[in-house]
Structures are given as structure tokens and as C-alpha cells.
Nanobody, 119 residues
Framework: QVQLVESGGGLVQAGGSLRLSCAAS????????LGWFRQAPGKERESVAV????????WYADSVKGRFTISRDNAKNTVYLQMSSLKPEDTAVYYC????????????WGQGTQVTVSS
């Protein structure tokens, strides 16, 4: 079991930046693979930035590629999502999620943090 807590969301104007944080606890950090997802009102949850199945780097959704960057700090058991050049269509609840390395699905989710981008 792992617990995830997101923070850093808020209201920002188009073109601005935000950095989201996800603190993990309750388990060994390196035991899990973590990624970022988002869900806009009335829409399905979508992947934003997750480890690539190719094994080399991170996979980013086409809609955010070049604007969002994921990183991690092992000492703090925290993963980050740096978001730049934000657009109104980025407005959503952002979640970090974790899965065991042997699992295909992300089974552990944080409570989410709201990101609202105004035009």
C-alpha cells in the first residue's frame, strides 16, 4: 500500500506556469512506478505523463508534450509535474498515481489537485 498526496494546483492565466507535487508514503518509493493523470469535468481520465513502456524515458500526451516535464526526488519521496505555457484546455483535476512494477494498471491514486487556467 502507498499513499499519495498532491499539491500545487490553483488558478493561473493562460501562458503561466505551475509545479505540481506528489508526496508518497507508506511504502518503499522505488517499489512503485508513478505517473500523472488528469480529468476534466464530464470527461474521462487521461494519462498526462507516465513512464514509457519502452523503458528509456517518460511518455507524454501529445497535448502536453514540450510544455510539461515530470521529475522525481528520491530523497523526498516526491514526484513533480512542471507545467508551462498553460492553456485553458489544461483545466482539470490532476492526479498522481502509482502501480507496482509487476502490475499493468495504476491502482493507487491521490486525492487530486485542481488546476484552472483562465483565458
Amino acid at each position: 500500500q502507498v499513499q499519495l498526496v498532491e499539491s500545487g494546483g490553483g488558478l493561473v492565466q493562460a501562458g503561466g506556469s505551475l509545479r505540481l507535487s506528489c508526496a508518497a508514503s507508506g511504502s518503499t518509493f522505488n517499489t512503485y512506478v508513478l505517473g500523472w493523470f488528469r480529468q476534466a469535468p464530464g470527461k474521462e481520465r487521461e494519462s498526462v505523463a507516465v513512464p514509457s513502456w519502452s523503458g528509456g524515458s517518460w511518455w507524454y500526451a501529445d497535448s502536453v508534450k514540450g510544455r510539461f516535464t515530470i521529475s522525481r526526488d528520491n530523497a523526498k519521496n516526491t514526484v513533480y509535474l512542471q507545467m508551462s505555457s498553460l492553456k485553458p484546455e489544461d483545466t482539470a483535476v490532476y492526479y498522481c498515481a502509482a502501480r507496482r512494477r509487476i502490475d499493468k494498471e495504476y491502482g493507487y491514486w491521490g486525492q487530486g489537485t485542481q488546476v484552472t487556467v483562465s483565458s
